[in-house]
């Protein structure tokens, strides 16, 4: 009978050695997630499924989703340092725009204020139009924007952001001219598009997959076709060598211990490996990423490289 109790209580101690694990990464207290751009967004959608996950792993806390816009989430970046450095506030975070902005000078911040502890989704360029719109394909939008250089409006998320560096890019590559129109978020831009206030956007694929049938998606980022969008031609079959977008990750005030930063790096990681986010993110058009503190530095260190390159490639900051 020992020996079976012995064996038993072996088991138990293995099964419940995760949830062990699992009730140290959980924070104590509700975190508090401050996100730099208006409700109805990628970043808005990506805080939304982790927020649904969270509450599944740690069911005795809250996560508290804040809201502070502007200037292409310059504003919050800027002020990210004033917040408790408790390991319970966290802040949405994008690339490049923590490389373009301070780059153009136009924000309170430098790249070096701002402390990504995980990165977390990667979301591809998309060109789109609204349903209405006479273009159909890419080639009859080139050759539409050739004939009205100057006159087609291209909206987008903030300024010296990813969709303004695809803006610039698009015409750069494809020898047209076209006016950017930037908005505080993708759910602002949204109306525009949708409602043919102005004739397209420079995007994601998760705005062109979430509006299916309100807007035509006519190129994508991507190595491949989407899966979710199969007949969206890539920029690659277009004759343009273009796999880029816009990355999206957690930081923290720099008052944050080290300790703290890790274990909140710790839970995200189990938030991306969670069947349940695998699933939200692919219905969306979201690409998961692990970037955790191990990688950060030399992740950071590239990153800035090719985008302080784009940036002067691009004219940003000339302007």
Not at 20 to 34: I, T
Not at 87 to 93: A, K, S
Not at 117 to 131: G, I, K, Q, R
Request: charged share 20%; net charge positive; aromatic share 8%.
């Amino acid at each position: 009978m020992k020996i079976k109790f012995a064996k038993w209580m072996a088991m138990a101690c293995l099964t419940l050695a995760p949830l062990a694990g699992l009730a140290q990464a959980c924070p104590d207290k509700n975190v508090l997630y401050w996100q730099a751009f208006p409700p109805g967004g990628e970043s808005d959608l990506s805080g939304r499924h982790q927020q649904v996950v969270l509450k599944k792993k740690c069911p005795l806390i809250d996560t508290v989703i804040q809201y502070k816009p502007g200037a292409g989430g310059g504003l919050m970046w800027s002020q990210m340092n004033q917040l408790p450095g408790d390991g319970l506030n966290i802040v949405g975070i994008n690339l490049p725009h923590i490389v373009f902005q301070p780059l153009e000078g136009q924000v309170q911040y430098k790249t070096e204020d701002v402390t990504p502890v995980f990165w977390f989704h990667f979301t591809p360029d998309a060109l789109v139009v609204p349903e209405a719109s006479p273009y159909k394909t890419f080639a009859e939008f080139i050759a539409g924007a050739k004939r009205n250089p100057g006159k087609m409006s291209l909206g987008g998320s903030g300024l010296n952001s990813a969709n303004h560096a695809a803006h610039e890019r698009l015409n750069a590559v494809f020898g047209i001219k076209s006016t950017y129109v930037p908005y505080k978020g993708t759910g602002d831009m949204a109306l525009a598009v949708v409602g043919n206030q102005i004739d397209g956007a420079v995007t994601y694929t998760p705005f062109a997959i979430g509006n299916k049938g309100k807007v035509r998606a006519l190129a994508v980022a991507m190595e491949r076709r989407h899966p979710l969008m199969p007949d969206v031609p890539t920029f690659r079959e277009l004759g343009v060598d273009w796999v880029d977008g816009a990355y999206r990750g957690i930081g923290v005030p720099k008052s944050t211990p080290p300790e703290a930063r890790r274990r909140m790096a710790d839970l995200w990681a189990q938030l991306n490996n969670d069947p349940e986010m695998k699933e939200l993110a692919a219905k969306a058009g979201f690409e998961l990423v692990n970037v955790g503190p191990d990688q950060m530095d030399a992740f950071m260190r590239e990153k800035s490289r090719l985008y302080t390159e784009g940036a002067q490639r691009l004219g940003m900051g000339k302007k």
